[in-house]
């Protein structure tokens, strides 16, 4: 199907739908991403997304919501692109606001906890149903496995550096995995065209920051806002990696949040849909709301949105242009290719880490030398969690329903099994 070929109309509604479903991390939305656009619908080549795949976990920021916006983009031009984006972050980002308003005013509420419970244990079986079939796709030769398992146990085990990683498999892809060039190699790329998209993506993300800073250059959003800009531009590999470099900021050098504050914004991130990333959204909503009440708190909120996301409307204007040319050359072909086989061992390590912290209330971290383990407490495990990622499978796996049925079922058996505990 060519992209003249779906109405914008199409496009939205299939975009809201994911944008709504999208819960449980990259993991999960990816695995929900390919089932709409390539499974589902023929919108999207198996090639394309997963060469997109790969080019999106090279760029800093969401990779999810990146890979969201390059698909939209694919296939319904820039307009397409926007819809796409912006309807994979507002579902979440509405939710976060009104749930960080509710944590604002009365602290964690266990009502939601509860309901949100049911959502991340159907969110484990989401994610093992994401990485089956994305690792079917991705994984045809030998040493593509073996580059998964490397990655796997480099990220989770030794905890090297994602770009790290992502290197190391591209210089062995254009080694070693070199593709072939296609019959009809893609037009060129407009290089002015490529400049005139930075300046202008580049001037509608840095105006709004330098007014703030012009007007308040001491003031907390113009902090915030500088503080979340740089956040879009250093933080490679993900959102977990922007979440563990922005902890250390956010908690020991802002003042912004204590720990338990944040290990709380990570919880709601989880377990709402959209970019794991809005987290940010949260960080930056306290931080107004505690200075200045409700008000300053919804500024900050925008403030932290339009400085994490409008970049990545930057990368991906700019540079998808360029996929399909680094597609046609053997070398990059090859790069490419392994980078996504690598990839699907970043999301195993995502999807285990995800498992452990949702069945034990209690993981460690051990490190025995250069070797770190995560360390559940046998006696922490949740048997709700455990019960109801089963019977989320039994739906998912078995009974082949679909997620939008299930979502909202386990999130009503879970806040009914704490109810019938006596919670309130």
Known sequence: MTATAVSLPE?????????????GGPAAQIGLMHKELVEDRPWLTERQFLSAL???????????????????????????????????????????LALASLYAAFGPVPLVTALFLGIKATVIVIVIQALIKVSGKALKS?????????????????QIPFPLIILSAAAIGALFMQGTVPANPPPPVSTSGTLRTVALWAALWLIPLAALWLIAPDGLLTQVGLFFA??????????YAVLAYMVQQVVADHGWLTTGQMM?????AETTPGPLIL????VGFMAGAQQGGW????????????????????WIFAGAPYIEWICAQPRLTGALNAITAAVVGVILNLSLWFALHVLFAEVTQSHLGPLTVWMPSLSSLSVPALVLSMLAA??????????????????VVSLGWHLALGGI
């Open 11 to 23: 496009v939205t509604r299939v975009f809201a739908r994911i944008g709504l479903l999208s819960f």
């Open 54 to 96: 790969s080019f999106c976990m090279l760029l800093p920021g969401p990779e999810a919501m990146q890979l969201a916006t390059y698909s939209g983009w694919r296939i319904a031009g820039t307009l397409g692109g926007l819809i796409a984006g912006l309807l994979f972050v507002i579902p979440g980002a509405v939710l976060i």
């Open 142 to 158: 030998t040493l593509a496995y073996a580059i998964a398992a490397a990655a796997f146990i480099a990220i989770f085990f030794f």
């Open 230 to 239: 740089k956040l879009a531009v250093v933080t490679f590999g993900g959102a």
């Open 264 to 268: 709380d914004a990570l919880g709601l």
């Open 279 to 282: 987290v940010t959204e949260f």
């Open 295 to 314: 008000t300053l708190g919804v500024l900050a909120a925008i403030v932290t949105l339009w400085a994490t996301f409008v970049p990545c409307f930057l």
């Open 394 to 411: 039994a739906l998912l796996l078995w009974r082949k329903l679909d997620m939008l049925f299930v979502l909202p079922l386990t999130a």
